[in-house]
């Protein structure tokens, strides 16, 4: 890791230390509001999420990272949202840290600094992704490294929500 990188993760690491918030298991029987992260190349991902949400009238929310820099609504942002040490800014991506959801989803499978400051600086009780580089910012980590795909991932964490469901009692 260069000295930039090293840098970025202390800083981060720091910032996520402020973060306040009591993690909490979820099923999918007691979601009412998720947020998911994802890359326009994860579209299939997020669509199955989506529908499976959808079905349990799960409100959804989504923060997208595009390389599309003219093409931005509130819910996506590019390059041109990340200050110099890849910190992503903007009133959309504020919004999203700080709104208080359920679960937190992270279905990238590439790498991407912009998400790991917005899952270490989110509220989210739950945050469920793939911890490829064992940051320790997420409470469960899917390991996906044998299949490395979004869809795949994006299925795992719904199976593990759903075997939450059947071995807790909450």
Known sequence: MNLLNRYRHNLLRNRSSAVKRTV??????TIQKVGVLWCEEDG????????????????VRNLCFTNDKANQDSSRFS????NWLGFPQGGNIDTFISADFDILLNISVVPN???????????????????RDK????????????????????????????????????
Request: hydrophobic share 45%; proline share 1%; glycine share 2%.
């Open 24 to 29: 909490r298991l979820c099923t999918l029987d």
């Open 44 to 59: 299939k991902a997020f669509t199955y999420l989506q529908e499976i949400f959808r079905e349990h009238k799960v409100i």
């Open 79 to 82: 390059s041109k949202d990340l």
């Open 113 to 131: 600094f912009a998400f790991e400051v917005i899952t270490a600086l989110s509220a989210a009780s739950l945050k469920i992704g793939w911890d």
């Open 135 to 170: 940051l320790g910012f997420l409470d469960i980590s899917v390991d996906v490294s044998k299949k490395p795909d979004a869809l795949y991932l994006a299925e795992q964490q719904i199976f593990y929500l759903k075997q939450l469901n059947k071995n807790t009692n909450l």
